[in-house]
C-alpha cells in the first residue's frame, strides 16, 4: 500500500485527489494540509510514502519546503503540483529534491502513474512539460540568466511594485483580491530568485523589465 499525502491550500485539491483514487486498493490518501507550516507539524508525515505538493503555499514557497521535507523525511517522495506550465518552477522544484512533477490539469491516469513511478525510486514528469524542456533546449542556449517570462498580469504587479503601491492599492488599482496579489507576489519573487520587494524591483532593474 502507498500513502500518500496533499498539501494544497485549495481543499478541492484534496477532494480531487481522493476521487481519484476512489476504489485503488493500491493507494491510499492518508491526510491532507492547507499551509506548510500544518505539513512540518504533522507528525503523519514519517509514515507518507509520496506528497502532493503545490508550489505556490500562502506561508512558504512550496521550493524551500521540499527542500527542508526531503532532508528531514529521507523515505518520502515529493511530486510538485502546480497550474504553471513554467520550465523555471520545475528545474528549481527538482533541485530542491523533488522527484516528480505535475500540472494542476493532469488526468488521473498520469496521477497514479507519477505516484507508482517514484515509488519505484525513478523520477516522472509529465509529458507536457517534458516536451516544454525539450523545445527551450533547441530554441536556445542553456543561460542562467535567462530574464524569466512573465504574463501580463506579472508585469502589471511588478509595475505597481515598483511604483511603491501596497497589496491593497495593487488590489484596487486591478480590480483583483489582495491574495490574488500576494501570489503574483510571491511568483514574481520566486521567478527572481529574490526574498523581497527590494530585490525584486532591483533585479527587474538589471533585467531592463523596468
Not at 116 to 121: A, F, K
Request: glycine share 4%; hydrophobic share 40%.
Amino acid at each position: 500500500m502507498i500513502k500518500i499525502a496533499v498539501t494544497d491550500d485549495h481543499p478541492l485539491m484534496a477532494e480531487g485527489i481522493r476521487n481519484v483514487l476512489n476504489g485503488n486498493k493500491k493507494i491510499r490518501l492518508i491526510a491532507s494540509w492547507p499551509l506548510a507550516q500544518k505539513t512540518l507539524e504533522a507528525d503523519a508525515l514519517k509514515d507518507i510514502d509520496v506528497l502532493l505538493l503545490d508550489i505556490n503555499l500562502p506561508d512558504m514557497s512550496g521550493i524551500d519546503l521540499c527542500k527542508i521535507l526531503v532532508e528531514k523525511h529521507n523515505q518520502l517522495k515529493v511530486i510538485a503540483i502546480t497550474s504553471h506550465q513554467e520550465s523555471w518552477f520545475l528545474k528549481n522544484m527538482m533541485k530542491a529534491g523533488a522527484k516528480g512533477f505535475l500540472l494542476k490539469s493532469a488526468p488521473p491516469e498520469q496521477i497514479i502513474e507519477a505516484i507508482t513511478t517514484v515509488c519505484r525510486g525513478k523520477e516522472y514528469i509529465q509529458p507536457e512539460m517534458k516536451d516544454l524542456l525539450l523545445s527551450e533546449s533547441l530554441s536556445q542556449k542553456q543561460d542562467h540568466n535567462l530574464v524569466p517570462r512573465l504574463t501580463r498580469r506579472e508585469k502589471e504587479v511588478l509595475q505597481l511594485i515598483a511604483e511603491e503601491y501596497t497589496t491593497h492599492e495593487i488590489a484596487d488599482k486591478l480590480f483583483i483580491s489582495t491574495k490574488t496579489v500576494e501570489s503574483h507576489r510571491q511568483n514574481l519573487t520566486l521567478k527572481f530568485g529574490v526574498k523581497n520587494s527590494v530585490g525584486l524591483v532591483r533585479m527587474a532593474v538589471e533585467m531592463g523589465l523596468l
